[in-house]
């Protein structure tokens, strides 16, 4: 079974420029989510999506952060404009059933931003 | 005060002895507790969870769970130098996405 595909692996852009995450989650799992982590920290949840909702955005920054997750699928993770501070490892997981702790992570999306 | 606590270590124990990582939580309605362990570079993959209070078992892994004292751990015997990773504690309310500590660096020294 294939597991959680982020892209790019890897990402380098100066301040103020656009970028793009993108994530598919394990087949049939019906909750995504995007976690920020920062060295030497434990992930952040930043949005969760049940199906094609967004349930719980809460800690994701609207004005500069935006995600979808068109179809109930795949989703894309979107910071414009980028700052310094956005330097972070992005990841994104997956799980069958919501309000549960196993949760199936990709490799991330490491974020430099110059 | 950060809802979920641990130690950031370094934890360093001899090859085969017994590691033993802490967590504490701060919500009292918290109703499931996991632990995940995180290679250098690698994201994290779920090793245990528990649910009750008492003790759970899994090959080298104990989780304990003490829902008065909001106290969770995690113990690894016999540990080997492949143990070596971050092992972050995450609890969920049942309502939100798991909450994680910022982990505890375990070094286990051949």
């Known amino acids: 079974e294939a597991g959680v595909v982020q892209s790019p692996r890897y990402k380098i852009i100066e301040k103020k420029q656009p970028v793009a995450f993108w994530c598919n989650p394990i087949?049939?799992?019906?909750?995504l989510y995007w976690y920020l982590q920062n060295l030497g920290q434990g992930p952040e949840l930043l949005i969760r999506?049940?199906?094609?909702?967004?349930?719980?955005d809460s800690q994701l920054p609207k004005d500069r952060f935006s995600a979808e997750r068109l179809k109930g699928v795949d989703s894309t993770l979107k910071i414009q404009p980028a700052e310094l501070g956005d330097s972070a490892v992005y990841l994104c997981?997956?799980?069958?059933?919501?309000?549960?702790?196993?949760?199936?992570f990709g490799e991330g999306s490491r974020l430099t931003v110059l | 005060q950060k809802e979920v606590e641990q130690n950031s270590g370094p934890l360093s124990v001899p090859e085969g002895a017994i590691a033993s990582l802490n967590c504490t939580y701060s919500?009292?309605?918290?109703?499931?507790f996991f632990w995940y362990r995180q290679y250098s570079g690698k994201s994290p993959e779920l090793i245990m969870s528990?649910?009750?209070?008492g003790d759970k078992e899994d090959g080298r892994f104990t989780a304990q769970l003490n829902k008065a004292s909001q106290y969770v751990s995690l113990l690894i015997r016999d540990s080997q130098p492949s143990d070596s990773a971050t092992y972050l504690c995450?609890?969920?309310?049942?309502?939100?996405?798991?909450?994680f500590g910022s982990g505890t660096r375990l070094q286990v020294q051949p």
């Open positions: 997981a997956s799980s069958l059933v919501q309000d549960t702790g196993e949760l199936f």
């Open positions: 087949s049939g799992h019906n909750t």
């Open positions: 999506y049940e199906n094609e909702e967004a349930v719980d």
């Open positions: 919500d009292r309605v918290s109703q499931s």
């Open positions: 528990i649910y009750s209070n």
């Open positions: 995450a609890v969920s309310t049942g309502r939100r996405a798991l909450t």
